[in-house]
């Protein structure tokens, strides 16, 4: 018996959104963790000028003192926390996982 080889998402680094419009885009996502975040809103531009989207959860670094504006205006995408894990390719986050947020994972997420 033999299986195919998994599918996978390709992207070219440093790609323009007018470029990759028809592409699938790879999407960075960012999850509420208290006063800790994965991300700051500059290295949210940084991901977006390398061709990546991201979305980050309502609130997600209010405890870090940064705005959903500031991460707005840096690029990314302001989503609820219901949308974050359905919508992203790749997870960020400073702490451990939950079982919760586990359970709710695709076995194609990097976390």
Known sequence: MTTSPPQTTSFLIGESPEDSAAK???????VKE?????LTPESV????????DVVIETGAGAGAWFSDDAYAEAGAE?????????????L???????????SALRTSHTV
């Not at 699938?24 to 960012?30: D, I």
């Not at 960020?92 to 586990?102: E, K, Q």
């Open 24 to 30: 699938q885009r790879l999407v960075v996502g960012v």
């Open 34 to 38: 208290g006063r800790r975040v994965a």
């Open 45 to 52: 531009t940084a991901l977006r000028v390398a061709g990546l």
């Open 78 to 90: 302001i989503v609820s926390s219901d949308e974050v894990i359905p919508r992203s390719d790749v």
């Open 92 to 102: 960020l986050m400073v702490g451990r996982p939950s079982t919760d947020l586990i």
